[in-house]
DNA sequence: ATAGCCTCTTGAACGACGTTCAAGAGTGCG
DNA sequence: CGCACTCTTGAACGTCGTTCAAGAGGCTAT
């Protein structure tokens, strides 16, 4: 029984690092059943028997990229302890960061798309809302006497600010621009949004 | 040859308009050739005399989005000729409005992405473009002595961020929320960038 | 030790996809 | 009326995700 759950979750755990390689080369469009059988040493079969089906597997790898994405985001946390701008700004860099050197593997956080009727799994979600934690405190320091949802409020429009300002640039949609510029943009983002709050 | 002009025309524009219903039905996922033959009346090799590939089947599909979302957004051009801060306003609302009731139309705006080594084409940017100039008088009213590439960079940054927040909004992700949210963000957003610069 | 059971694994098979292309239909011109 | 040429057709090809009958392999009870 322990041997066959090592070998299910060797397995799980091997396919999940073999579709991030894949998504690193050729982003979601690379996510082939037949060709990770084979980087995996398997028949194409078992992945069904780990996963439901691709997009589960798809997920798996998302969550990976989510804790990468938070880790990066940790690591610039404990560097402005009683400057909660620069905390913002350094977070915001951290993010452009994380997408520019992992692209196509940032870019499939939001290019899949679960199946009509795929709940997405709380774990997920859960993952998400982690990340997106790392605001919450730079803003109740920046804003004490505000309400916590008011906060909430203005981080979820800066975090989604930012997002939007890399999403669009690293796509070259709206013109082809390069990582210096995006970063300025987002630092003017972070400033322009403090100032006026 | 006219005829025939008119025929390959005729055909061109009703698999443009049934991709269309399609994805506004069934998203970038709906478009598929067979279907969209049988819905044509025409064969399935008949769409690829028409366009190289499905793809741009749904760049010509893209672009008719494009001008739609132009259209609502010169809609509120004229309306405050004299007031830059609430034209904005409008302009953010005037995007939220269209993504949230043509939202899969809008999705595949971004959704799409061209397979590689596939140029975009110039039809298409210019489009881009023209739907970003709303942005480009209303900031020059609003800082008539910054240099124009700096407003621009501005207006850039505006735009994204609320496309950001729109993104995020709409596909749940980052927590659910409705309209009504998501356009109090755009609001908070556009004054502070405004109150900020 | 071994028979029996049950789960895991396999890869051929299925239907659907985008795309192609030989063959047929249709059109205009001499 | 016949020829040449283009447009149109849908069967066919290769690839995709997914399934499943059949075989392999290990665990338990005797």
Chains 1, 2 share one sequence.
Not at 134 to 139: E, I, K, Q, S
């Amino acid at each position: 029984m322990s041997d066959v759950t090592d070998r299910r979750e060797r397995l799980r755990e091997k396919l999940v690092e073999v579709a991030e390689a894949a998504i690193a080369e050729g982003g979601l469009a690379a996510v082939k059943a037949r060709p990770l059988a084979e980087a995996a040493g398997c028949a194409v079969g078992a992945i069904y028997n780990v996963f439901p089906d691709l997009d589960g597997l798809i997920l798996a790898v998302n969550v990976r990229t989510l804790e990468a994405l938070d880790q990066a985001m940790t690591e610039v946390g404990g560097r402005f302890p009683d400057d909660p701008e620069r905390h913002l700004q350094a977070l915001g860099a951290a993010y452009l960061g994380f997408a520019a050197a992992q692209t196509r593997r940032w870019r499939a956080l939001f290019e899949h798309r679960l199946p009509e009727g795929y709940a997405v799994p709380d774990w997920y979600t859960d993952r998400l809302d982690t990340i997106f934690r790392h605001l919450r405190d730079p803003f109740a320091a920046l804003f004490p006497d505000r309400p916590a949802s008011e906060r909430i409020e203005m981080a979820r429009a800066l975090f989604a600010g930012a997002h939007g300002i890399v999403a669009l640039g690293l796509d070259g949609k709206l013109g082809a621009v390069d990582a210096p510029v995006i970063a300025a943009r987002i630092r003017f983002l972070v400033r322009a949004v403090l100032a006026g709050a």
